[in-house]
């Protein structure tokens, strides 16, 4: 059983603990956020990804773009390429939040995912900032399932989406999108707009 430490008031509690739901990865069209952030920042951060693991790489190809939004706030927008695994799509994400003082570190990142033909199991996510080691997604499912992803054992057939408590009070996608100042078609017209790309070699994950 996986378990993370996590520190909260001076008290160690155990969680992360919950049923696997499995899912096809390959069924899902994913989308990666970053906020207030350079392209070369992302640039760096997703070849040195690709740098990280020796063995037999897949090269990839990301198509992305950059959007403003009205709050001023700047996006960058990266749609995953559909055989991307379950594995990389989350640690890639997470990879993106950097550490700390680094020149232009995103002040935030997050994983969309839209099943193809069930709407429902549609689901966001982003990095527990409850958890002191940086390693463990929390999400929602559209519906309303909630979950934790350990970023270290993500790469187990089927993920390891494991359904349990957390605090995340948003439920739905678009919901969640809208709390960004960001729609459905921000993510989705990637593939009719002139989009650049940038193709990196990965260990299958």
């Not at 008031?9 to 739901?21: P, Q, V």
Request: hydrophobic share 35%; net charge negative; proline share 2%.
């Amino acid at each position: 059983m996986n378990k993370s430490v996590n520190i909260k008031g001076g008290k160690l509690m155990a969680k992360y603990d919950g049923e696997i739901y499995s899912v096809e990865i390959k069924n899902y069209s994913k989308y990666i956020l970053i906020r207030s952030t350079t392209e070369e920042y992302m640039l760096k951060h997703i070849n040195d990804y690709g740098d990280l693991f020796g063995g037999e790489k897949i090269l990839y190809e990301f198509k992305y773009y950059t959007i403003t939004k009205c709050n001023n706030m700047e996006w960058i927008i990266i749609k995953c390429p559909n055989d991307f695994p379950f594995y990389n799509f989350h640690n890639l994400t997470a990879w993106f939040d950097g550490i700390q003082k680094e020149d232009h570190r995103p002040d935030f990142i997050a994983g969309i995912a839209y099943q193809n033909t069930d709407v429902l199991d549609n689901y966001y996510t982003m990095l527990d900032e409850e958890n002191p080691y940086g390693d463990t997604f929390i999400g929602v499912f559209d519906d309303g399932k909630k979950f934790s992803i350990a970023l270290p054992d993500a790469y187990i057939e089927g993920g390891n989406i494991r359904i349990g408590y957390n605090n995340m009070k948003i439920i739905g996608v678009s919901n969640y999108l809208e709390s960004l100042e960001l729609n459905n078609e921000d993510l989705r017209q990637i593939d009719n707009k002139e989009c650049k790309t940038v193709s990196v070699e990965m260990v299958f994950e």
